[in-house]
């Protein structure tokens, strides 16, 4: 599944690049205070009710760089869809309908599926995503210095540097928002981490447009494996429990999780 899962942890549990940038402006000659920007940017979130975009991104890890591109569709009422075409992978869709997460992937003929009454076997790591939270309360979540405006991809934009209020201080962090001036959603992002950086960027994007009920709906296509994830911690508990740290291990990133998942069936079948 490549790096699908990480980026998606990075898109909206963090927030969620630089290019496209062409000019800027200094601190020294903002065109809005910055209380008033954040101001902007919580109404953007608060009044959000769907959402509709699509979306560029890339990583870079350990000098290997991997473009993606995601289209994505949200409602207030937490459901959304995520849907990719990798090159020499397929699709990759991750559908969350309100009571049940589905993870496809095309290029092994697989679904993850979980309840959500599953989750609380994970206690605080959330394995569904909370999308749009970031930009409904960003003065709880984040500490904001502004650094002025910049002409991105044809439209006017303020920048953010932006510091999570609860990310470890040994970590060499640095994120950035770019918001549009118009609508004050945040077009794009650029984060880092150590050697580790994504950047995404909003192509094109909706806010509230009118959304088909059956894009938040998800039927396994005929003959994938389903791998239920209530199942296998019901057959693994014991084994799974002491072989695995749940607060320690980083269940959102879904590559690492599906990897588990398969080490956990090939010792059912051993």
Same mark, same amino acid.
């Given at each position: 599944m490549r790096n699908a899962g990480l980026i998606i942890?990075?898109?909206f549990l963090l927030a969620a690049v630089i290019s496209g940038c062409s000019s800027q402006d200094t601190a020294n000659e903002a065109t809005i205070e910055l209380q008033e920007l954040l101001?902007?940017?919580?109404s953007s979130g608060v009044s959000l009710e769907t959402f509709y975009g699509e979306m560029e991104m890339t990583s870079t890890m350990e000098g290997m760089t991997e473009p993606e591109e995601f289209a994505v569709w949200f409602d207030s009422d937490g459901r959304y869809r995520l849907e990719s075409d990798v090159a020499d992978v397929g699709t990759f869709i991750h559908v969350f309908d309100g009571k049940t997460l589905w993870m496809y992937t095309e290029a092994?003929?697989? /679904?993850?599926r979980m309840d959500m009454d599953v989750?609380?076997? *994970?206690?605080?790591?959330?394995?569904?995503?909370?999308?749009f939270t970031f930009i409904t309360e960003p003065e709880e979540l984040f500490d904001f210095t502004y650094e002025g405006t910049a002409d991105f991809a044809g439209r006017e934009t303020h920048i953010l540097d932006v510091i999570p209020r609860d990310v470890n201080e040994r970590l060499d962090f640095n994120m950035t928002w770019w918001?549009?001036?118009?609508?004050?959603?945040? /077009?794009?992002y650029e984060l880092t981490?150590?050697?580790?950086? *994504?950047?995404?960027t909003y192509k094109t994007f909706a806010i509230n447009p009118d959304l088909p009920d059956d894009r938040f709906s998800f039927t396994p296509p005929a003959g994938a494996e389903i791998m239920d994830m209530g199942n296998l911690l019901d057959e693994y508990e014991f084994d799974f429990m002491d072989d695995y740290n749940l607060e320690d291990m980083d269940v959102s990133d879904w590559a690492e999780l599906e990897n588990l998942l398969r080490e956990l069936e090939e010792q059912q079948d051993q």
């Open positions: 942890l990075f898109l101001a902007n940017i919580q092994d003929h697989s /679904v993850l989750q609380a076997a *994970f206690e605080d790591n959330n394995l569904t995503l909370d999308m918001i549009d001036a118009e609508t004050w959603f945040p /077009v794009s981490v150590e050697d580790i950086s *994504f950047t995404a």
